[in-house]
Structure formats: structure tokens, C-alpha cells
């Protein structure tokens, strides 16, 4: 049997807490069938959308003096709760169901970000809502957030994604891991995170959660990453006439495509990029990306694309 980092893409999550906790529901009976088997999962997530409403939700409160300011790596917090205790629940009633007795547990994951990081000059990571390009400007004038054009699919604010250094809770995630713990960590990519004169502190940015499932991934020494979003392959030529869907590919396919721009910065090239760098560290282990909605058929070969070294 093998051990398996699973991270849910925060846009795969839906847009409200009830789309979200159906989507939830229907991929904990998918990860449960894989622990029944007798796997060690580890599951992440994203964080992406939700974090952007907490935080939007918090800023309007405060602007009507009904709520202090509240920071960004406080809002990221929040998000790690409020998911983790979707997928917590959900896992704890499927594995009830199934009569499996295994404990699951949300840890509130921290992960140490370099203060240097040029990401933090150059924000890149997309967060919240999806709004259109009158829309975007308006709130750019009022608040001096930072939006760009998503993929085809409307503007989103960006915020600094500095690449993940360390994960600041790992022991804990080990020693859970040998007490046969389910467990849910790097939310989000995890609080990010700096460390001066020994201490942490945190700082208002957006970790991208492929990256840190990646490093998870290495530090677990897993077989195999599980990167799972809103479409069940990686595509070439995405939204064209003569578009692929990619099945096996390998490193050097990857990096080819990706010298070729075929992959978006704000959706599908941080995933490309995350499977590559935890394959670079396991040679021998694999990478899935794939579709929340068809785990079950990814994971019986039926679609997704497995990236191999």
C-alpha cells in the first residue's frame, strides 16, 4: 500500500459553505474507499476563493466599524478552519458509515516563507472572486488591490505567493501519520509564515498550495501526489480547436510544453510546476492531476493525466 498526499484545489471547493460541503461529501466517500485499502492519506487543500471572501467580508465589516481590521494571516487561519472542518466532518461520517475506526484531524499548518522572496514586489496568486474588468477597476481605485485577467474567465485580485521553505508543523504530521491519523495540513499552502530572531511571524500573503502539498509530499517521502481540480486532465492547447488531453506524459514532456506556454500562471501552471518538483525529489514516485468530481476514475486509470519522471 502506498502513502498519498491528495490536495483539493480551493476553486474545486464551489463558491458558498453548501456547494462546498456537498462537493466535500461526495469526494470524503472517494478518500475513505482509498484509506479502506489499506493507504495513508495526507490531504491538502486550497484555499483561494475562500480566503479572499474571508478576507473581504472582515475588510467590509471593519469599514463599517462593526469588527477590528483583521490580517491576512489571520484570514488565512479562518480558511484552513472552515475547510478543514468540512472535510474533517465529512471523512469522520464516511468512515462511520463503513464501520473503520481511524481518528481525523485538522492542524492548523504553518510554512515558513523567505522575507526576501521577490514574489512579495510581484504578486502573482489569484484570490476570491471572479469579477469583470469594469468591476475590477473600480475596486482597484478604492482599496489599490492588484487584478488580473484569470485564465478566460474574468479578473481576480493577486496577492504575493513566495514559494514555500519549510513546513513549520511537520513533526506533528509524522507523529499523527504513526498513530494512524487521518490527517489535513498545509491549508491553503499553509499560514505563511517568517522567522526573525527565532520567531515566527505572520505576513499577508498566499502560499500556492500545489507548492506546498509538493514539499509535503517530499518531507513524507510519499508515493504519490494527488493534485485534484476542476477538470479531469491537463490540456495542450486548452480552449482551442485542436485542444489534448494529456493521459502519461513525463518530466521532459512537461518541461517542453511548458517552454512553449502552454500553461497558465494563474490556474494550471503551478500544478505542472509542483508535480515536477516533488518527481525531481522522488524520482520513483508519481503525480496525478485530475478532476475533485471523478477521483474514483481517475485513480482506476480512466482519466487524469499521471506524470511520471
Known sequence: MSKMVIALGGNALGSSPEEQIKLVQQTASSLVDLIAKGHQVVISHGNGPQVGLINLAMNY???HDQAPVFPFPEC???SQGYIGYHLQ???QNELRRKKITKPVV?????????????????PTKPIGSFYNKTEAEKITKEKGYVFVEDAGRGYRRVVASPLPKEIVELK??????ATDTVVIASGGGGVPVVKEQGSYTGVPAVIDKDKSSALLACELAADQLVILTAVDFVYVNYGKENQVALRETTSAELQQYMSEKQFSKGSMLPKIEACLSFIKKNPTGTALITSLAHLDEALAGKIGTSIKK
Open 89 to 91: 466532518q465529512s471523512l
Open 106 to 122: 485538522t492542524l492548523i499548518t504553518q510554512v515558513e516563507v523567505d522575507p526576501k522572496d521577490p514574489a512579495f514586489s510581484d
Open 76 to 78: 488565512g487561519a479562518m
Open 61 to 63: 465589516a471593519a469599514e
Open 172 to 177: 506533528s504530521i509524522n507523529n499523527l501519520i
